[in-house]
């Protein structure tokens, strides 16, 4: 079975310094790879998207991920973060194929940046 | 487009009511889902929809009913409210035919006493 696992819980850190939000997915088989965001009292939002192709994947607010088939990872990455990005980020893979096709989640990590 | 829309945005009812969640997206989107998000467990999958006429279950769909007579509507039934169904609830639908790139309607937060 596929799973999702987000290494950290929450991650604290100040206004303009990078920040990695570690995503791992176990999978045997091919994989699609997503990144979510949720602001507060809202509901999510699709930050990135890894189908095929380049593994550097860019996404909305100055967000990217490296997908790694080696190390079964899709971290989230950016270089430079603002007070507006503290919400939480969803880590999901698919499981299944056309009409059985699901999304799994990861149990999110709380970014808290801080000035 | 309104995108995905919930009704209601939050209800409180007592253990053993019944009630439906309705959700709603006017973009054609083929593939539907409901999810609950509850502290620290990320969003578990209740059930889900391909088409009209076509429903499954998901990661916990004991407690919850749903059906989808048209592509646009896909309520979500809770038969006899439990405490433990206490949840925020999310629907959310999908143009690409399957799970992929869902957009999520702003929620449902549902508390059961």
């Known amino acids: 079975a596929q799973s999702v696992t987000q290494l950290d819980s929450q991650v604290p850190v100040f206004e303009e310094a990078p920040v990695e939000l570690r995503c791992n997915y176990s999978s045997s088989v091919s994989v699609y790879l997503f990144w979510y965001v949720q602001y507060p009292n809202q509901g999510l939002q699709l930050l990135l998207k890894y189908l095929s192709g380049s593994t550097l994947v860019k996404g909305i607010n100055g967000f990217e991920a490296e997908f790694n088939k080696s190390q079964t990872s899709f971290h989230l990455r950016k270089p430079s973060v603002h007070i507006s990005d503290t919400a939480e980020y969803f880590c999901?893979?698919?499981?299944?194929?056309?009409?059985?096709?699901?999304?799994?989640f990861g149990k999110g990590t709380k970014l808290t940046v801080n000035p | 487009n309104a995108g995905v829309t919930q009704t209601p945005k939050f209800q409180v009812l007592k253990t053993g009511q019944s009630m439906t969640l309705q959700c709603a997206q006017d973009m054609n989107h083929e593939y539907m889902s409901w999810y609950r998000q509850d502290p620290g467990m990320g969003l578990r999958l209740i059930h889900y929809?391909?088409?009209?006429?076509?429903?499954d279950q998901g990661e916990v769909p004991n407690g919850y009913n749903v059906s989808r007579s048209t592509t646009e509507d896909f309520p979500l039934r809770l038969l006899s409210a439990a405490p433990s169904q206490t949840s925020v609830y999310f629907c959310?639908?999908?143009?690409?035919?399957?799970?992929?790139?869902?957009?999520f309607g702003p929620g449902t937060r549902l508390t059961v006493t």
């Open positions: 929809s391909v088409g009209a006429g076509i429903t």
């Open positions: 999901a893979v698919t499981v299944g194929r056309g009409g059985s096709e699901k999304l799994v």
């Open positions: 959310a639908s999908s143009y690409s035919g399957g799970a992929r790139e869902q957009y």
